[in-house]
């Protein structure tokens, strides 16, 4: 079946290739002849920060879902600004609520650009959108839409391309770029990893060529998150949660590869704790079904999708992440815990262990072991002073290796380096 879809893709594209040649001529010269001014202004309508000599950035995604990518992108649409460049983002679908912040924070968001992914011409309707907007480099998500048609309307508009991928495997194990994703990827410059671990995933088992790789930690602004413990009793009265009770939580969406069931058992076995979940998403009714299986539904709190988790995170006395190994990578949701100052603890997945220093700034255990997940727990939860200990030290590392400040700058060279190299 993949197969079948992947051969189905190719030749819809060949075909809007072909069909479409005089559109693409005149997508390419507008490329080349848009007036910068034109952009200047309309950067300044949207309350951004326009100079002379800024480069004419469009970021272009699928729909800005709540995630960790997504924050990411938010980020470097709020923050990239000040690096040199004047903003527009994308998004071939709907805005999504992260495309509704960055309106409220002034960036320009446009929607719907190219909203049918089986349109064939959605190639052209993205040319078509980066030229009227005097687009000068393109910066892509790896939502699937915008790796197949976006590199290639980029790549008509003659556009430099920097492609960041957050992605590592699917759920069963198989490569996460299919076999046209990967041969689109050779029009990408600079494909972005988000961690060491991840490079070498994406170079051993996805085919990116290793010298097109570079490594850009994802990062936060410590400065965003309170790290006083004293604040705990308050944040737990805004969100009618226990004052007295031990409480763990993980911020993810309710998929099936975040492996929710895995915490729900362990909270079954332990009696003292309770669980906060903080997410949404289709697996929440399957879950609940578990949690009133295991008798444990009276000791879940279910959040729903927070806007702002920082006001959340200083109620709760461990975050965790309990996700099958195959598809994480650098989660944000851990590091904002870090920033927070809360002991973190997880399976060891992904990148994690690049984030993560086991015994020092919280606990790493093997994927899918319950009983030493649950030994760590019982651990944290008997010693309030080791919760302390491990959550200073990851708010520590934050500030010193995984900053917001830093990601974004690392990002505005590689953007840069492109354009300087056109």
Known sequence: MRSLTTARRAATATVAWKSCGRWRQRAIRCARVAPRASSVARASAGDQVGVAGSRRLTILADSLVVGGAERVLQALAEDLPGEGFLVRVACLRDAGPVGEQLRRAGVEVDERIAPWPRD????????????????????????????????????????????????????????SLGVADRA?????????????????????????????????????????????????????????????AFLWGIVAALRPEKNHEMALRVLARDEDSQLVLIGSGAREEALRELAGRLNVQERVHWMGQVED??????????????????????????????????????????????????????????????????QRLQELRSDAQLRLRLGQAGRERVATCFTRREMVAQTAQILARQLARR
Do not use: K
């Not at 993205?126 to 590199?151: F, K, Q, T």
């Not at 809360?342 to 060891?348: D, E, M, S």
């Open 120 to 175: 064939p011409f959605s190639t052209l309707r993205i040319a078509r959108y980066l030229a009227s907007h005097g687009s000068e480099i393109a910066y892509m998500l790896d939502h699937s839409n915008v790796l197949w048609h976006g590199r290639l309307a980029a790549a008509w508009c003659q556009l430099p391309q920097v492609c960041a991928i957050h992605r590592t495997r699917r759920a069963d194990g198989s490569p």
């Open 309 to 374: 988790v920082g006001a959340l995170l200083p109620a709760l006395d461990v975050v965790a992440l309990t996700s099958h190994p195959a598809v994480e990578t650098f989660p944000v949701s851990l590091l904002e815990a870090m920033a927070a100052a809360r002991p973190t603890l997880a399976t060891r997945v992904g990148s994690l262990a690049e984030m993560v220093l086991d015994g020092e700034t919280g606990y790493l255990v093997a994927a899918s072991d319950e009983d030493a997940f649950l």
């Open 184 to 244: 689109l990827g050779r029009l990408s410059e600079s494909v972005i990893a988000v961690s060491e671990g991840h490079a070498e995933y994406l170079s051993s088992f996805e085919g990116v060529p290793r010298g097109r790789l570079d490594v850009v930690y994802n990062g936060v602004d410590p400065g965003r998150f309170n790290g006083d413990p004293g604040t705990a009793t308050a944040a737990r009265d805004r969100q009618g949660l226990p004052r007295d």
